[in-house]
């Protein structure tokens, strides 16, 4: 499924470079629109969506009353927070590029699919209106599901890592400060004996010459 709809998503990318590249060479405006869409989570338990658009005229001539229209949110999940879900420019240049911003909130739990926004112009040499589609959003899983942030037992935790660690560390000192009194005594105790064993033998010694 996964790969059925990487291999169609690339088909289509694939053909709107065609079509933009093959339109771009000849007169006219070409109008290509990208749509973002990225969600926060609010302390108040609603999301908020921020949406923006960059509309671009690839084409090599004017775009002449260009509108746009992002009116696919549906009104009994968000509610706008600010600016508008449409607005208009005058003239989009060749070469040009104009972006559009607002903001929505939304407080019911779904899985929304957005649609495209659509930018219609006029062009000097056509009576109809022309039009164009910006890019589809991926969809929106508002109010989903998220394991909620355990920063306080994480906090906790490290303190009883650090204490673990901590009390490894003292015992390991100990043992070693420990095996280095043991050695110590030992040694002290070797050299003793080795003196009184060496005077043993003086005096065996000393016996055997006087004999």
């Not at 339109?23 to 923006?52: C, H, M, Q, W, Y």
């Not at 509108?67 to 927070?81: H, K, P, R």
């Not at 659509?118 to 589609?133: D, F, G, H, N, S």
Request: charged share 15%; glycine share 4%.
């Amino acid at each position: 499924m996964a790969g059925w709809i990487g291999r169609s998503v690339i088909c289509v990318l694939a053909a709107l470079l065609l079509a933009s590249s093959t339109i771009a060479s000849s007169d006219g405006p070409f109008i290509i629109a990208n749509k973002k869409a990225k969600l926060t989570r609010l302390k108040s338990g609603s999301e908020r969506v921020s949406v923006s658009i960059d509309v671009y005229n690839q084409g090599s001539t004017t775009a002449y009353d260009v509108t746009l229209n992002d009116g696919g949110w549906t009104q009994d999940i968000f509610d706008i927070v600010s600016g508008n879900t449409s607005t208009s420019w005058e003239r989009l240049d060749a070469g040009a590029l104009q972006s559009h911003s607002f903001e929505l909130e939304a407080k019911t739990k779904t899985m929304f699919y957005g649609a495209p926004a659509v930018i219609t112009y006029r062009v000097p040499t056509k009576a109809a209106l022309q039009e164009a589609y910006s890019t589809p959003i991926l969809p929106l899983d508002i109010l989903a599901d998220r394991p909620p942030e355990k920063k306080f037992e994480w906090v906790s935790f490290d303190v009883d890592i650090f204490k673990h660690v901590h009390c490894s560390v003292y015992l390991v000192l100990c043992s070693l400060t420990t095996l280095a009194i043991f050695f110590l005594f030992a040694w002290n105790y070797f050299v003793v004996a080795s003196e009184i064993l060496q005077a043993k033998v003086c005096i065996i010694l000393a016996s055997c010459l006087f004999l």
